[in-house]
């Protein structure tokens, strides 16, 4: 078993021990089971995680110290039980060498532990030479005080004051020299606490840096005890106080010491450190304030009156606030720069982007800079994605860096991700720069907007060059060219009339030609101009669609509904003999049947999109069946066409499904296309002020 393991256990069974015989001696004077509860709870609190760390990590001297301060608090204990038995004229057995040696200087054994602990720790080691100076003085400065102050002339400490020197007495330097050696331990004890501090200084280790924080931040409650001392002597006239100092700083330090030897990433310790010190420095000088105006009033109004607690009072209340935000900004500065620098560095965008001097984009930057680390990255999320996009665009990498997600009016708006930095300091400052990623968001996504609209223009720019082509060539190639020869079969026929009066009885084959071509280009011309605009649509988008999906060689089910009005169903439509195999089961409105308010740009957008789905499903699906659905409410027409088939549709500039994206988005609507093993389905919604 390592020494450092053993020697924690025995401390242990010796705290036990005094804290049992404590129990016994406060049973002999009649105190009460309180005051002994209390003191074998302060002294079991530093066992708890000397215990646990002795288990975790058996090699350090962290754990015998803390072991060591649950002893120093059951002697104390003990001492206090050995005094209200000497004070009632019962001293029990040894107190003729107790008195003197024990009960005179015992309080030092509250703090030799957390001081060695100081020096030592995180390793176990002493540093250097200085450190081990200062060792040896706080083990021998308690011992030597303890024996002047036993010799020194003159009454012991209340409530032993009677007792007689039974170790005898000195000579009359001993008692100053008792007082100038607790006075060098004081000094220890300052030197102590320093030495923390000057190690993290020195240490390049991230690790060791947090743990010693860890430590410092707990050792702010010596003078935190301090203070509660000098307090109590100013509000109370006593030193009752101390007590509630004396135990944080049981609880505290070994507390601090577990999670910094076990868990030292646990929280932003700099942060904590940080305003644990601004409010310790704002406590003491509220208490120079408040002991300067008791001091000064009192001088007038006299000690201890009303005046003078009221006006103590009211200067401290007034100074307060100010005093607290600017040794903040100090302590940040000192302590923690890095997060003071940060959030500087998000203020100074937020005003130079207000005013036009700075862009918003400038955020990843600005941020790496204040932080010292290169590595952040802010991610923006793009409207309709969850993969996060920088400012430039690209997607936003952050599986080897601590990411903490950036939200807004409870929106997930972007993600702030850093190597260097710690989870607590990026969920900061994820709240600070929540209205920058979120204006930054809104600037991608008005760009890409007019990136789209302007593609989409030119996309639809030329769509109608190439049908205004289509329509020449079908003009010049069908239409216009049977009128041709039609005018020049007329001509030709009249021509022969004027030439042979007799001739027309034998013209009747040339005008019945004549009668055929323009029939059939009448046919062509009316096949043109239902490309140009459905004429269905003259009856209504129902009836239009209808008209599209009476033909299909397939099962189709057309679903027409206005939300404002209760829906009924409807017979099936007739489909004429060869036709094709007839439709599903079909639903029509109650009521405004024809739809024939809605606007034109509206319908025609509606039934392309229609029209385009089914020739995809009937060309390319190979579906066994399709549903078409049409609905009007809330301002908008919605139409759907889903099929069963392989699937496989995309939206793709150029293609058939890519100019009906950009023909409802220039009617102000939306597609959408779903398509997999499943089936597809196309889905058009479009704004219908109707």
């Given at each position: 078993?390592?020494?450092?393991?053993?020697?924690?256990?025995?401390?242990?069974?010796?705290?036990?021990?005094?804290?049992?015989?404590?129990?016994?001696?406060?049973?002999?004077?009649?105190?009460?089971?309180?005051?002994?509860?209390?003191?074998?709870?302060?002294?079991?609190?530093?066992?708890?995680?000397?215990?646990?760390?002795?288990?975790?990590?058996?090699?350090?001297?962290?754990?015998?110290?803390?072991?060591?301060?649950?002893?120093?608090?059951?002697?104390?204990g003990m001492a206090d039980r050995y005094l209200d038995l000497v004070a009632a004229g019962t001293p029990p057995p040894g107190?003729?060498?107790?008195?003197?040696?024990?009960?005179?200087?015992?309080?030092?054994?509250?703090?030799?532990?957390?001081?060695?602990?100081?020096?030592?720790?995180?390793?176990?080691?002493?540093?250097?030479?200085?450190?081990?100076?200062?060792?040896?003085?706080?083990?021998?400065?308690?011992?030597?005080?303890?024996?002047?102050?036993?010799?020194?002339?003159?009454?012991?400490?209340?409530?032993?004051?009677?007792?007689?020197?039974?170790?005898?007495?000195?000579?009359?330097?001993?008692?100053?020299?008792?007082?100038?050696?607790?006075?060098?331990?004081?000094?220890?004890?300052?030197?102590?606490?320093?030495?923390?501090?000057?190690?993290?200084?020195?240490?390049?280790?991230?690790?060791?840096?947090?743990?010693?924080?860890?430590?410092?931040?707990?050792?702010?409650?010596?003078?935190?005890?301090?203070?509660?001392?000098?307090?109590?002597?100013?509000?109370?006239?006593?030193?009752?106080?101390?007590?509630?100092?004396?135990?944080?700083?049981?609880?505290?330090?070994?507390?601090?010491?577990?999670?910094?030897?076990?868990?030292?990433?646990?929280?932003?310790?700099?942060?904590?450190?940080?305003?644990?010190?601004?409010?310790?420095?704002?406590?003491?000088?509220?208490?120079?304030?408040?002991?300067?105006?008791?001091?000064?009033?009192?001088?007038?109004?006299?000690?201890?009156?009303?005046?003078?607690?009221?006006?103590?009072?009211?200067?401290?209340?007034?100074?307060?606030?100010?005093?607290?935000?600017?040794?903040?900004?100090?302590?940040?500065?000192?302590?923690?720069?890095?997060?003071?620098?940060?959030?500087?560095?998000?203020?100074?965008?937020?005003?130079?982007?207000?005013?036009?001097?700075?862009?918003?984009?400038?955020?990843?930057?600005?941020?790496?800079?204040?932080?010292?680390?290169?590595?952040?990255?802010?991610?923006?999320?793009?409207?309709?994605?969850?993969?996060?996009?920088?400012?430039?665009?690209?997607?936003?990498?952050?599986?080897?860096?601590?990411?903490?997600?950036?939200?807004?009016?409870?929106?997930?708006?972007?993600?702030?991700?850093?190597?260097?930095?710690?989870?607590s300091l990026l969920r900061e400052l994820a709240e600070a720069v929540a209205l920058l990623v979120e204006v930054v968001c809104?600037?991608?996504?008005?760009?890409?907007?007019?990136?789209?609209?302007?593609?989409?223009?030119?996309?639809?720019?030329?769509?109608?060059?190439?049908?205004?082509?289509?329509?020449?060539?079908?003009?010049?190639?069908?239409?216009?060219?049977?009128?041709?020869?039609?005018?020049?079969?007329?001509?030709?026929?009249?021509?022969?009339?004027?030439?042979?009066?007799?001739?027309?009885?034998?013209?009747?084959?040339?005008?019945?030609?004549?009668?055929?071509?323009?029939?059939?280009?009448?046919?062509?011309?009316?096949?043109?101009?239902?490309?140009?605009?459905?004429?269905?649509?003259?009856?209504?988008?129902?009836?239009?669609?209808?008209?599209?999906?009476?033909?299909?060689?397939?099962?189709?089910?057309?679903?027409?509904?206005?939300?404002?009005?209760?829906?009924?169903?409807?017979?099936?439509?007739?489909?004429?003999?060869?036709?094709?195999?007839?439709?599903?089961?079909?639903?029509?409105?109650?009521?405004?049947?024809?739809?024939?308010?809605?606007?034109?740009?509206?319908?025609?957008?509606?039934?392309?999109?229609?029209?385009?789905?089914?020739?995809?499903?009937?060309?390319?699906?190979?579906?066994?069946?399709?549903?078409?659905?049409?609905?009007?409410?809330?301002?908008?027409?919605?139409?759907?066409?889903?099929?069963?088939?392989?699937?496989?549709?995309?939206?793709?500039?150029?293609?058939?499904?890519?100019?009906?994206?950009?023909?409802?988005?220039?009617?102000?609507?939306?597609?959408?296309?779903?398509?997999?093993?499943?089936?597809?389905?196309?889905?058009?919604?479009?704004?219908?002020?109707?």
């Amino acid at each position: 078993m390592p020494w450092t393991r053993a020697s924690t256990l025995l401390l242990a069974a010796v705290t036990a021990a005094l804290a049992v015989v404590g129990a016994v001696l406060a049973a002999a004077a009649g105190t009460g089971p309180v005051e002994p509860l209390l003191w074998s709870g302060l002294a079991a609190v530093p066992l708890v995680p000397a215990l646990l760390l002795t288990a975790r990590r058996p090699h350090l001297t962290v754990a015998p110290l803390l072991a060591a301060a649950g002893a120093g608090a059951a002697l104390n204990g003990m001492a206090d039980r050995y005094l209200d038995l000497v004070a009632a004229g019962t001293p029990p057995p040894g107190a003729w060498w107790v008195v003197p040696l024990v009960l005179q200087f015992s309080w030092m054994l509250f703090f030799v532990p957390f001081a060695l602990l100081a020096l030592v720790f995180p390793d176990g080691r002493l540093p250097g030479r200085s450190s081990r100076v200062v060792a040896v003085g706080l083990l021998v400065t308690p011992v030597t005080a303890a024996l002047l102050g036993a010799v020194a002339p003159g009454a012991y400490r209340e409530p032993a004051a009677d007792h007689p020197h039974t170790l005898g007495t000195g000579p009359a330097w001993t008692g100053p020299a008792a007082v100038v050696t607790v006075a060098a331990f004081g000094v220890l004890l300052l030197a102590a606490a320093v030495a923390p501090v000057l190690r993290r200084r020195r240490s390049t280790d991230p690790v060791e840096r947090a743990r010693l924080r860890w430590l410092a931040l707990a050792g702010l409650g010596v003078p935190a005890t301090l203070l509660l001392c000098w307090a109590s002597y100013l509000l109370l006239g006593g030193p009752d106080l101390v007590v509630v100092g004396l135990a944080g700083m049981y609880v505290g330090i070994p507390a601090a010491t577990a999670v910094a030897v076990l868990r030292h990433g646990l929280y932003d310790v700099d942060r904590a450190y940080a305003a644990t010190l601004t409010w310790t420095a704002v406590a003491t000088g509220l208490l120079a304030v408040y002991s300067l105006v008791a001091f000064a009033v009192g001088a007038v109004a006299g000690q201890g009156s009303a005046p003078t607690a009221a006006a103590a009072t009211a200067v401290c209340a007034a100074a307060l606030a100010p005093m607290r935000s600017r040794l903040r900004r100090v302590v940040d500065a000192r302590i923690d720069p890095q997060r003071r620098a940060a959030h500087d560095a998000v203020a100074a965008l937020t005003r130079a982007s207000r005013d036009g001097s700075a862009r918003p984009e400038e955020l990843a930057g600005r941020l790496g800079a204040a932080v010292g680390d290169p590595t952040l990255v802010v991610g923006y999320r793009p409207p309709g994605g969850d993969t996060p996009v920088d400012a430039d665009g690209r997607p936003v990498e952050t599986a080897d860096r601590v990411a903490v997600p950036v939200v807004r009016d409870g929106r997930r708006v972007g993600v702030l991700a850093a190597a260097a930095c710690s989870r607590s300091l990026l969920r900061e400052l994820a709240e600070a720069v929540a209205l920058l990623v979120e204006v930054v968001c809104l600037r991608q996504e008005a760009h890409r907007a007019q990136t789209e609209a302007e593609a989409g223009r030119a996309r639809l720019l030329a769509v109608g060059d190439a049908e205004r082509r289509r329509l020449e060539r079908d003009l010049h190639d069908g239409a216009q060219q049977r009128l041709v020869s039609l005018g020049m079969t007329l001509r030709l026929a009249q021509r022969r009339i004027h030439a042979e009066p007799g001739a027309a009885a034998g013209l009747d084959d040339v005008l019945e030609a004549a009668v055929a071509e323009l029939g059939t280009a009448v046919a062509e011309l009316r096949r043109i101009a239902h490309g140009l605009r459905p004429s269905g649509l003259d009856d209504g988008l129902p009836a239009a669609l209808r008209g599209l999906t009476a033909h299909l060689p397939l099962p189709v089910r057309l679903e027409v509904v206005d939300e404002q009005a209760p829906a009924r169903p409807a017979a099936p439509v007739p489909v004429p003999a060869g036709a094709g195999p007839a439709p599903l089961p079909e639903r029509t409105p109650a009521t405004d049947p024809d739809w024939l308010d809605v606007p034109d740009r509206v319908a025609l957008a509606a039934y392309y999109v229609v029209g385009e789905a089914l020739t995809n499903t009937v060309r390319h699906a190979g579906a066994t069946r399709v549903e078409v659905h049409a609905a009007r409410g809330g301002g908008t027409v919605r139409v759907r066409v889903r099929d069963d088939g392989r699937g496989g549709a995309a939206v793709r500039p150029g293609h058939g499904l890519g100019g009906l994206a950009d023909r409802v988005a220039a009617a102000g609507g939306a597609l959408a296309v779903r398509s997999d093993g499943g089936g597809t389905e196309v889905t058009a919604e479009l704004p219908c002020a109707s």
